[in-house]
């Protein structure tokens, strides 16, 4: 993809951003920011009935094109993703697919979505431990 198609993508999903709203039912709900810049992510994660998959991933926020274009773009792709496949994910594979060339001054602002839909990932695990220890009593 050329520099521009990357920049357009991103405004496209930053002008409209897919995913976007809250997720009714939704078994996390993390909120995420880059207290520096301003920008804020509210990941609304909902698990599938065997816990291993997304069954949906929505988001709310405001800040840049690259926060907000980040979530979207992530929202969308990780439709459907293993958990472990979330949990995998790093910096470097995401700026890959956002565009580094376009993104990578802007690094906490691109990795913020994806390090609070890891973060929603914990809390689901932990919650799940938790149920399962309760269950156990």
Not at 81 to 96: C, P
Not at 120 to 137: F, G, I, K, L, P
Request: charged fraction near 25%.
């Amino acid at each position: 993809m050329d520099h521009q198609a990357i920049i357009d993508r991103l405004l496209d999903h930053y002008e409209h951003p897919r995913h976007h709203g809250p997720l009714a039912g939704a078994d996390v709900t993390m909120p995420g920011g880059v207290p520096d810049c301003g920008d804020t992510v509210t990941i609304y994660l909902k698990v599938d009935p065997a816990g291993e998959r997304v069954a949906a991933l929505q988001f709310e926020g405001q800040g840049c094109s690259v926060s907000q274009a980040a979530a979207s773009l992530l929202a969308e792709a990780l439709q459907g993703a293993l958990l472990s496949t979330v949990e995998g994910l790093d910096d470097e594979q995401l700026l890959d697919l956002l565009g580094r060339e376009v993104v990578q001054a802007r690094p906490r602002c691109a990795t913020l979505a994806l390090h609070t839909i890891q973060a929603a990932v914990r809390a689901y695990r932990r919650q799940q431990r938790h149920s399962r220890a309760e269950d156990q009593r």
